[in-house]
C-alpha cells in the first residue's frame, strides 16, 4: 500500500441526547437525505480508498443506510478517540492518509476534504491535520492553540479550558486528516484524565507535539461548511444552508425561481434548463424535471419525473411514480400518484388520478375521480389516447376508457367504455315549469306569517325597556 492512499473513519456512535429523539442523529434529515448520507456522498466525490462508520450498539437502522459501507461498533461510547480505535480492525494493513469525520457534520464539502487531505501530504508531513473555523460564537468548540509560527501545539477541549484558552477565536470543526502509520499508536496514548471523563480524540495533537512531530490548521473559509447538528436548531440551520446551497446550485445550472427563498429542493432534484419555479413549491426525493417546464407556484413534488414543456399548478400534487409526459398540463388541485400522462393530455382541475394511464392528448374534466381502492386493493384505470373524461366523472377500476371515448359528466363509470363511444351513468332529468317560482312565494308567505307575532313582542319589548331609561 503506498501512503497516497486516503481512508475516512466516520464518528457517529454518539447518544445524540441533545436531539431528544428516538431517531439516531445521524438518520436525521437534511434536503431530504440522512445527514450521514450527504457525509457518504461527499466523500465519494474524492478519491476514498477505503471507509468505516463508526456505529453505537444496536444501530441497525443506521448501519442498513449506510450499507454497502462497513461498520465499526463502539460499545460503550467513551469518546471521540475510543470511537476511531473501534475501526482499528477494519484499518488494519492501511498506512496512507485517514480522514476522521463527524457523522453530524451534514455540510461538509468534498473539496474541503480534499483540501485537509493534502495539506497532510505536504512536504513538512504534518502527523495531524486539524480542520480550524472562527465561528462567531465559538460556545463549547475545542479552541486550537497555536505556536508562534502557526503550527498546531494542542486542542483544548473547552471543557478543560483555561480563560485565556477560551478567548481563542480559533475553534475545531472536528475533521482531521492523520498519517495512517502513526494514527493508532497516537490514539492508544490518549487518557481519560478530564472533566468529562471521556478518552478526546483531540488529545492526539500534544500526543504528536509531545513525540517529536509536527500538526497543522487548514482554515475553513465558511463557519457554516462545519456546522455540528446537536440540538434541533442546528438542524433547521443545517437545513437553512443546504437549501440555500441548491438553489442557487439550480439557478446557476439555468432555472429560474421567481422567489428562491420559497423554494424548497431535495438533495437529489434534477432540473433540466429554463425550468421556471414559482413560489412556495416543495420537491421531495426522486424528483426529475425536463427542460422547459413550467412549475407554478404552490406545488408539491415528489418521485415524479417531468417531461419537457410541461405546466405544473399551481397548487398541485405529484406523488411518487407520477410520469407526466412531454407537454402535459396538471392544473390546480389535482393530484396524480402512480399514473403516467402520456403526450399533451391535460388535468386542469380538482381532479385524482391515482394508479392510471391517460393516453395522448386526453382531456380530464374538472373533478375526476379515479376510485383505485376497495380498502384492501388497488386497481388500475386506463384511459385511451385523445378520450375525453366529462367534469365530475368517477372511474371504478379496474376500469378502461377507449381512445376517442367520451364519458357524460357526472357519470360513475364501472364497465369499459369501447374506443369512440360514450360512457353514461345518469338518471332521466325532471323537469317541472314554475316549480321555483311557485315554491318561493309559498315559501315567502310562510315566513312572513311566522315572522309577525315574533315582531309584535319584540316591539313591546323595545317600548317597555324605554318606559324603565324614562
Ligand atoms: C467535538 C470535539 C470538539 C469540536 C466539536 C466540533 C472532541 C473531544 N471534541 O465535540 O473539539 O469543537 O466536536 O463539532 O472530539 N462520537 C462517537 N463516539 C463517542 C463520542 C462521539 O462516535 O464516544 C461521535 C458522535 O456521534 C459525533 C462525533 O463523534 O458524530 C462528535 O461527538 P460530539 O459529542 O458531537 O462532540 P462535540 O462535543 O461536539
Ligand atoms: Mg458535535
Known amino acids: 500500500m503506498t501512503s497516497t492512499q486516503t481512508a475516512a473513519i466516520i464518528l457517529a456512535a454518539g447518544m445524540g441526547t441533545r436531539m431528544k429523539s428516538s431517531l439516531p442523529k445521524v438518520l436525521h434529515e437534511v434536503a431530504g437525505r ?33 450499507a454497502p459501507v ?10 471521540t478517540a475510543d470511537a476511531v480505535l473501534a475501526a482499528r480492525r477494519e484499518m488494519a494493513d492501511f498506512d496512507g492518509d485517514v480522514l476522521i469525520l463527524f457523522g453530524d457534520t451534514p455540510l461538509l464539502t468534498a473539496a474541503t476534504m480534499e483540501r485537509i487531505a493534502a495539506r497532510r501530504r505536504a512536504a513538512d508531513d504534518p502527523a495531524v491535520v486539524v480542520l480550524g473555523f472562527q465561528p462567531e460564537d465559538a460556545a463549547a468548540y475545542g479552541r486550537l492553540v497555536q505556536g508562534a509560527d502557526g503550527s498546531l501545539q494542542a486542542i483544548v477541549e473547552y471543557s478543560e479550558a483555561t480563560p485565556e484558552q477560551r478567548a481563542i477565536k480559533l475553534c475545531n470543526a472536528g475533521i482531521m486528516a492523520v498519517d495512517g502509520k502513526r494514527l493508532f499508536a497516537l490514539l ?13 480524540l483531540t488529545d492526539i495533537v500534544a500526543i504528536a507535539r509531545g513525540q517529536g512531530y509536527g500538526c497543522a490548521v487548514a482554515v475553513v473559509d465558511d463557519e457554516r461548511e462545519v456546522i455540528g447538528v446537536n440540538a434541533r436548531g442546528e438542524l433547521a440551520i443545517a437545513e437553512a444552508v443546504m437549501q440555500s446551497r441548491l438553489r442557487n446550485r439550480a439557478m446557476a445550472d439555468g432555472a429560474t425561481l ?21 413560489p412556495q413549491v416543495v420537491f421531495g426525493p426522486g424528483v426529475t424535471v425536463g427542460d422547459g417546464v413550467d412549475i407554478r407556484a404552490f406545488c408539491h413534488i415528489e418521485g415524479a419525473d417531468i417531461a419537457t414543456g410541461a405546466i405544473i399548478g399551481p397548487f398541485a400534487r405529484l406523488r ?5 409526459g412531454t ?51 388497488k386497481a388500475h384505470t386506463d384511459i385511451g389516447a385523445g378520450a375525453f373524461i366529462g367534469s365530475n ?38 323537469q317541472k315549469d314554475g316549480w321555483a317560482a311557485k315554491f318561493r312565494s309559498r ?16 316591539g313591546r319589548n323595545t317600548a317597555t325597556a324605554r318606559n324603565k331609561e324614562s
Open 34 to 66: 440522512a445527514m450521514i448520507g450527504h457525509i457518504l456522498d461527499q466523500l465519494d466525490e474524492i478519491a476514498c480508498d477505503r471507509k468505516v462508520v463508526v456505529l453505537g450498539a444496536g444501530a441497525d437502522a443506521v448501519a442498513k443506510v449506510v
Open 70 to 79: 462497513p461498520t465499526a461498533v463502539q460499545d460503550p461510547p467513551l469518546g
Open 188 to 200: 492508544d496514548a490518549v487518557g481519560n484524565d478530564n472533566a468529562k471523563g471521556e478518552y478526546y
Open 258 to 278: 421567481r422567489d428562491p427563498d420559497t423554494t424548497y429542493f431535495s438533495h437529489d432534484t434534477k432540473l433540466g434548463r429554463d425550468v421556471v419555479i414559482g
Open 320 to 324: 411518487p411514480g407520477a410520469r407526466i
Open 327 to 377: 407537454d402535459v398540463h396538471i392544473g390546480n388541485f389535482v393530484e396524480i400518484k402512480q399514473a403516467s400522462i402520456e403526450t399533451g393530455a391535460k388535468v386542469n382541475h380538482l381532479s385524482y388520478i391515482g394508479d392510471a394511464r391517460v393516453g395522448a392528448r386526453a382531456n380530464v374534466g374538472a373533478g375526476t375521480i379515479t376510485c383505485n381502492y376497495d380498502g384492501f386493493f
Open 393 to 430: 366523472t368517477a372511474l371504478v377500476a379496474p376500469v378502461a376508457v377507449g381512445d376517442g371515448a367520451i364519458t357524460g359528466a357526472g357519470s360513475v363509470i364501472t364497465r369499459d367504455v369501447p374506443a369512440d363511444a360514450l360512457g353514461l351513468e345518469r338518471n332521466g332529468q325532471t
Open 443 to 458: 315559501r315567502k308567505a310562510e315566513k312572513e306569517a311566522a315572522d309577525t307575532p315574533r315582531q309584535m313582542a319584540a
